[in-house]
Antibody, heavy 127, light 108 residues
């Protein structure tokens, strides 16, 4: 059974850099077609996609946040790391990482959808 | 950027009733539309992919339809555990991956 779990600080100060780690099991991020994404959700609001990394290290970012985000992977440790610079109170949210499958019932999934999610980590930005 | 507009924002129904949720895309996305369910305090759960395909272990009362710009999630007979927030997501043209603003399904 695939599992993912987010870890990192739950409180950061404005202007600081946030580093979140997604530790996963039961899949390999070196397997063709597999990917991991980061999505966030401010309290009481909708989901917002942040970043995505493929098995081949191809990376994609939300255009509105691209200059603040970096996503990397460590396939040997089964981890994906997201950094977000210059944190602001409006960045207060629950941050999720999620798995993109290579196929679903034999159908190739080239573009992302997310079939397994971590429980999320609430990050509060406050002085 | 493809914008997804969900309606209604809130839907109030009773267990056993039929629920119909809408997601409209700002341009054609073929059938590359995904539905998620998010129960209170939980992560989203994949329900439907590519407009009409149920994901693993999703009950048959959930169905999806549509293509182009107009999509519908139908729950044929509501169970107590179905009262949650539902999001659509497009995976046709990205980045960015975009989500709708959600429909809250509440008990009447």
């Amino acid at each position: 059974q695939i599992t993912l779990k987010e870890s990192g600080p739950t409180l950061v100060k404005p202007t600081q850099t946030l580093t979140l780690t997604c530790t996963f099991s039961a899949f390999s991020l070196s397997a063709s077609g597999v990917g991991v994404g980061w999505i966030r959700q401010p309290p009481g609001k909708a989901l917002e996609w942040l970043a995505f990394i493929y098995w081949n290290d191809d990376k994609h970012y939300s255009p509105s946040l691209e200059n603040r985000l970096t996503i990397t992977k460590d396939t040997t440790r089964n981890q994906v790391v997201l950094t977000m610079t210059d944190m602001d109170p409006v960045d207060t949210a629950t941050y999720f990482c999620a798995h993109k499958p290579d196929t679903i019932f034999g159908l190739v999934m080239r573009n992302p959808l997310f079939d397994y999610w971590g429980p999320g980590i609430l990050v509060t930005v406050s002085a | 950027e493809i914008v997804l507009t969900q309606s209604p924002a809130t839907l109030s129904l009773s267990p056993g009733e039929r629920a119909t949720l809408s997601c409209k895309a700002s341009q054609s996305i073929s059938t590359y539309l995904v539905w998620y369910q998010q129960r209170l305090g939980q992560a989203p759960r994949l329900l439907i992919y590519d407009a009409s395909n149920r994901a693993t272990d999703i009950p048959g009362r959930f169905s999806g339809s549509g293509s182009g710009t107009d999509f519908t999630l139908t729950i044929s007979s509501l169970e107590p555990e179905d009262f949650a927030v539902y999001y659509c997501q497009q995976r046709f043209n990205w980045p960015p991956i975009t989500f709708g603003q959600g429909t809250r399904l509440e008990i009447k």
